[in-house]
């Protein structure tokens, strides 16, 4: 036993140098029979030996050395596992492992040298070849156990260090079994063979398509699971990978020759814009009459393209095509026929119910907003966009065509506008009427959505018949007290409420206020802080909003009908600024809606009428008793006709071109229209939102942390509340945001705040981010719509080819 005692007292000679406690586990008692010689050669060590007590070794060093100040080895003839109350002793020191038992190799060294980072399931390392594998791995990769995945995204995240290390301990072999193993991957150390082996692995297991087979891992349910994993927990680094090796393959020309339009696999970019490419020119090509049909058909592969990596990362953009089959499926559900035979009541409710018709109008929208701000080119984009808004057109002729002949006889389309102050109007406090100039009935439906995320919002949206011609004039007056009336005078058309000229909006809020409302713009209570909102009383208040009449009169093609979705935000910003001032009750409306066209074709384009002295577009007017042409390219609204929707209009009588039409006249925006008979126009939203007061609480405080600068896509956000309150109750709601120049380059993250620290992250999209320095990052409370920070930090992400990690 000699030399194996001097080569044990000289090992743990070395070892006190470095630490004051050791523990020697010998479960097969192989090293008794040295003790003594140990104990007799290490002067200035207390050798201490369990004989079936843990207890007592415990009690012996608390007595004996209290402030842990001496060299103390625990000889302990059991397993490490075995030894479960001995945790708290063994977590002062490390465990001494016999280097004479262990074999000479560069792997047992690395491993008596990370003896303390081998997780307790490899403690017998020395052993076993398989264990002595996971256990050099595990320490490795730094896990606490055989988690593969993990392992291959650390070595292709810094391939050249891990490899020198792998390689040093002889264990490239090992590392080329485990591959093989988990995966039926062949490529060892080589990280981009690695990488593409399974890229393509994802690609043979999800494609229809067996070009890429022989470059596939074996595995290639294996590898897809992989790939799917990779994207989540470090999407730069597979992102870097995917686009260099597919810099050697055309993917989206494979997709193309596929034809086939349904493709699972997301390992490559190129399989994206393959995808688009088939879409785009089907909807391009494919018969005009089908292509309702064809979005049909192309709907599911669209969904799920736009919920996959390349999307999420903002690195592919599928707005367009997605909108445009969003808007042609909706379109092929209208029966054109059937819309023949409905009654003016039924034609209303087929537009506002909860399927209605007004969800084509929403996708159109949404369309021409994504055509507007996208800025990759689609191919066949231009014939795209004509086809789908031939359809569309066609889908507001098919539903407004039988509606001129049914109001000619009965003007109304349910309850009529004029009735709304009686039926709305409340001079409680607490109560709010939001009136925005042009507010269709789908922006509204928005409006409720969005209201609908916070859970204690009662809403009830309906709609009223707009007091015709819904001209701005006249659709506000509608809202006042006192009966509408409306007149010629010298040529102009005269509009009273309760026999007062209303000839402006001045006239109109004096009229408010005397009923006792205190009538403001959208704009003035944004610029109110919300300590003055809350100091005043809820006085009963009318708030309003020209900002989407403003765009559709001053804008032309696309840009207004892309901007008006914005004031959705800005009514649900008002609601909730104006419930932390305690109103309760809000009823949010309009003076008339819109139609949005194409611009219209010389054959839409009606003469206008005869000796009327009023013509505008969509509407003209004339004394009652002017002789004028009958024709069948317009309808005449009588007097009586006009008495039936609450308007006092004996002398006049109004012309209204049919369907979406227009008489030939001056005026602003060629594709925006309002003032005629259409559903668009016609069916004014009344949406009625009431909730719960406010009850006073301690005030809140926040420490918002983010790191700066951010050198992952993955952010962590921590906001610190403190408050005089022991919980929150409700607990108030934070949204996180981060923009670039005004834009989002994230999804936000909502997180319920608790006393103390509260964590979220936020995954910025690299496309989005790509080439930038800086991001903004806002916290916002999702009640008051205060912000609650505001922060700009700098960008240090690499996304260039210079960061691979290896020769391509």
Known sequence: MGDLADSIITELQQKFDRHPVWVWYDAQEKYKGVLDEVEAALDDVTLARYDGSYFELKRRLYEEDPNYEKNWLFYIPESRNEAEWFRDIHALGRQYRVGQDIDDTPVTQFLVEHDEEIPDAYEDWGQNREVQRLAFFCVLFDTAGPETDDWVRAYLSNPEEYRETIEDNAMADAWDAQLREEYGVTAGLDPKELATQLFFGEVANRAPTSRYDELAADDTRAAAAFCDEWQQYAPAEFRRYAERIEEDYDLAETVVESERAHWDATAFKGIDMGLIRLVMERLAEETYADLPDIAADLEQTVKSRQHSFWSNEDLVDWSVPARAIETLQQIGTVDADEAKTLTSEELAQAYTGDDGWWQIDASYRRYIDATRKTTFVYPKEPVVKRRVTRHYMSFLQDVNRPLADILSDDPTLGTPQTSFYGEFADLDNGTAIIICDGLRYELAEAIKENLGRQTDFEQNLSAVSAALPSITEVGMAAHLPGELGLSLDDDDLVVTSGGEAMNGKSDRVERLSNAGFEVVDMDEVSDISLEQLTESEPVPRVVYSGTIDKLGENLDDDEAFSQVASHVDDVERTVQRLKQAGYTRFVITSDHGFLYTDRLSDDLKVESPDLAPIVK??????????????????IE????????????????????????????????????????????????????????????????????????????????????????????????????????????????????????????????????????????????????????????????????????????
């Open 617 to 634: 577009r969509r509407f003209a007017a004339a004394d009652s008793d002017t002789p004028l042409v009958d024709t069948d390219e317009f």
């Open 637 to 808: 609204i009588d007097p009586d006709a006009l008495s039936d929707l609450g308007i006092d209009a004996p002398d006049l009588k109004l012309l209204f071109p049919r369907s979406v039409a227009c008489f030939k006249a001056q005026g602003g925006n060629m594709r925006y229209f309002h003032g005629g008979i259409s559903l668009q126009e016609l069916l004014v939203p009344c949406l009625t939102v009431t909730t719960e007061g406010i009850e006073e609480s301690a005030s809140i405080t926040y420490d918002v942390s983010i790191p700066d600068p951010i050198t992952n896509s993955i952010v962590p956000v921590e906001i610190e509340a403190k408050s005089g309150q022991v919980a929150f109750d409700p607990a108030p709601t934070l949204e996180v945001r981060a923009n670039i120049d005004g834009e989002p380059v994230a999804d936000p993250a909502s997180m319920e705040i608790s006393p103390g620290t509260n964590t979220t992250r936020v995954r910025l999209k690299q496309g989005a981010i790509s080439g930038e320095d800086t991001v903004q990052f806002e916290v916002i409370d999702t009640d008051t719509r205060e912000t609650i920070s505001k922060q700009t930090v700098k960008l240090d992400l690499l996304f260039g080819d210079d960061d691979m990690g290896f020769d391509v």
